[in-house]
């Protein structure tokens, strides 16, 4: 059974950050390529960053460089993303993606940065 389960979500203070994990099994895991995405209230989905199959190139939106680090380790089946200097428009459903002949979606967990 193919399953992708994110987790760290949570509410954190503008400024602070949330280190968000996926696990990732039922798959062949390091055959696929790996993202991040978001979805806030009343907007579309949209990607947050893409790691390749070995974790050598990373691609990042813009708004996330310098604030957000996508890694993996495919001995765990893991990737992560390190949020930090956390804003209050980063609010958002936060959505693993295994990118291959077949994408896989995980369920997503809630970010929520609020004072």
């Known amino acids: 059974q193919v399953q992708l389960v994110e987790s760290g979500g949570g509410l954190v203070q503008p400024g602070g950050s949330l280190r968000l994990s996926c696990a990732a099994s039922g798959f062949t895991f390091r055959n696929y390529a790996a993202s991040w995405y978001r979805q806030a209230p009343g907007k579309e989905r949209e990607l947050v960053a893409v790691?390749?199959?070995?974790?050598?190139?990373?691609v990042y939106v813009d708004s996330m460089k310098g604030r957000f680090t996508i890694s993996r380790d495919n001995t765990k089946n893991m990737v992560y993303l390190q949020m930090n200097s956390l804003k209050p428009e980063d609010t958002a459903v936060y959505y693993c993606?295994?990118?291959?002949?077949?994408?896989?979606w995980g369920q997503g967990t809630q970010v929520t940065v609020s004072s």
């Open positions: 993606y295994a990118a291959g002949p077949r994408g896989y």
């Open positions: 790691i390749t199959t070995a974790g050598n190139s990373r």
